[in-house]
C-alpha cells in the first residue's frame, strides 16, 4: 500500500545550520508530495508541495524536490532559525481521498 | 477571517457527555475531511465529505458522528467516548473532491479533545 517513511526525531539545530529531513514514500502510480508544518499548539500548515516527478516545491527558503528514481521528498533549508522550531510532515496523496502522513519529525533550532 | 476554523479549540468531557466539535471553511472549496492526530501516531483519516455527501468512513466507531449540512461547515458529534479518544482532532478542506492527486487540503487549528 502507500505509505511515507520519514527521519526519526528530535532533530536539534543551530542557528542558521543547514537543515535536512528525510522523506521517502511508497506508492502505486504517482502520488503528489507534501511537507506539513506544525507549530506548537497549531493545527497543520502546508509548507509546500510537488505534483510531479522532479518538480521542486519551495516557501520560506525550505525546498523539495520529487525524485522519482529514489522515490525521495526531502526537506532542506539553508539556514534555519529559532522560529522552524516545529514539528514537520510528509505526506502524499494518490488517487484516493486521503493524505497519507509520516510520523513527523520534530526541528529544535537553539540560538 | 482565517481559511479553516475550528471550536472549540480545547475539550474536556466525562465519558457519558455530548458534545460536538465545529469546522468552518472560508476557501469555498467543496470537500471537508475530520483527522484524527494521537499522540506517536500517523494522522488517520476519519471521514471525508464531498458536496455534502460522505464520501468515506474509515472503520471509524459509532461513538463518533459527523454531520455536514452545507460545503462550509462540518460537525462531529462526540458521545459515550474513551479515554483513548483522546486526540487533537483536525477539520481540512479541499477545492475539489476528486480523486486527483493535485488536490491539496488545507488544515485548521484543531480541537484538543481530553476524555476523562
Known amino acids: 500500500g502507500n505509505s511515507v517513511t520519514q527521519m526519526e526525531g528530535p532533530v536539534t539545530l543551530s542557528e542558521e545550520a543547514f537543515l535536512t529531513i528525510n522523506c521517502t514514500y511508497t506508492?502505486?502510480?504517482?502520488?503528489?508530495l507534501f511537507w506539513y508544518v506544525q507549530y506548537p499548539g497549531e493545527g497543520l500548515q502546508l509548507l509546500l508541495k510537488?505534483?510531479?516527478?522532479?518538480d521542486k516545491g519551495s516557501n520560506k527558503g525550505f525546498e523539495a524536490t520529487y525524485r522519482k528514481e529514489t522515490t525521495s521528498f526531502h526537506l532542506e533549508k539553508g539556514s534555519v532559525q529559532v522560529s522552524d522550531s516545529a514539528v514537520y510532515f510528509c505526506?502524499?496523496?494518490?488517487?484516493?481521498?486521503?493524505?497519507?502522513f509520516g510520523k513527523g519529525t520534530s526541528l529544535l533550532v537553539t540560538p | 477571517e482565517t481559511g479553516v476554523t475550528q471550536t472549540p479549540r480545547h475539550l474536556v468531557m466525562g465519558m457519558t457527555n455530548k458534545k460536538s466539535l465545529k469546522c468552518e471553511q472560508h476557501?469555498?472549496?467543496?470537500?471537508m475531511y475530520w483527522y484524527k492526530q494521537s499522540a506517536k501516531k500517523p494522522l488517520e483519516l476519519m471521514f471525508v465529505?464531498?458536496?455534502?455527501?460522505?464520501?468515506e468512513n474509515n472503520s471509524v466507531p459509532s461513538r463518533f458522528s459527523p454531520e455536514c449540512p452545507n460545503s462550509s461547515h462540518l460537525f462531529l458529534h462526540l458521545h459515550t467516548l474513551q479515554p483513548e479518544d483522546s486526540a487533537l482532532y483536525l477539520c481540512?478542506?479541499?477545492?475539489?473532491?476528486?480523486?486527483?492527486?493535485?488536490?491539496?487540503?488545507?488544515f485548521g487549528p484543531g480541537t484538543r479533545l481530553t476524555v476523562l
Open positions: 476557501l469555498g472549496h467543496n470537500a
Open positions: 510537488a505534483t510531479k516527478a522532479d
Open positions: 465529505y464531498s458536496l455534502e455527501e460522505r464520501v
Open positions: 481540512a478542506s479541499s477545492q475539489d473532491m476528486t480523486t486527483s492527486s493535485t488536490d491539496t487540503q488545507y
Open positions: 505526506a502524499q496523496r494518490g488517487s484516493g481521498y486521503a493524505l497519507n
Open positions: 506508492a502505486t502510480g504517482y502520488p503528489s
